[in-house]
């Protein structure tokens, strides 16, 4: 697949779906699922992991702390959720951005979706540039733990 500028350009500031990708239905049952997960989650996490990537590999995906980071952070724990996942504070944060939007009269709403949408560049621009921090800190993780292991078994 071959990105074009002109491609990527037409994203970035396309105003369609900029207000949906911040603020629709799906990042809406996310934000309220995150939440509610760090809530009741204690900081240190539980025995059992929920990663079904870790499980079958032993390498870490790119979500893997948030949990934790998240539940730390609605502790006030903050050294120890940057500790679980570097990015988990600003998740965190974008989470609990959006329920509260949510919990807004439609017409708050509306004008936070006009608002957005208005900075359709901006904030396309802010989503890929998040998408790619998380994919490249998953990736550069992922190569972290599998070289340590490769360098545990050379004694």
């Not at 990708?21 to 049952?29: D, E, F, P, T």
């Not at 900075?119 to 540039?129: E, I, L, M, P, Q």
Request: proline share 5%; aromatic share 14%.
């Amino acid at each position: 697949m071959q990105f074009r500028v002109s491609q990527v350009r037409s994203f970035l500031l396309n105003s369609d779906k900029a207000a949906e990708r911040w603020l629709g239905k799906y990042c809406l049952i996310a934000a309220w699922l995150g939440l509610a997960l760090a809530i009741v989650t204690p900081p240190q996490g539980t025995s059992l992991s929920v990663c079904w990537f870790k499980n079958c590999t032993g390498l870490p995906c790119p979500g893997c702390g948030l949990t934790r980071s998240f539940s730390c952070g609605l502790r006030g724990m903050f050294l120890e959720s940057l500790h679980y996942h570097p990015m988990g504070l600003l998740i965190l944060f974008l989470l609990i951005s959006i329920v509260l939007v949510s919990l807004l009269p439609p017409v708050l709403k509306q004008r936070f979706a006009d608002f957005i949408e208005s900075r359709a560049f901006a904030f396309n621009s802010a989503y890929v540039a998040f998408v790619l921090c998380f994919i490249v800190f998953g990736i550069s993780r992922m190569v972290a733990v599998f070289a340590n292991s490769l360098a545990a078994l050379n004694f």
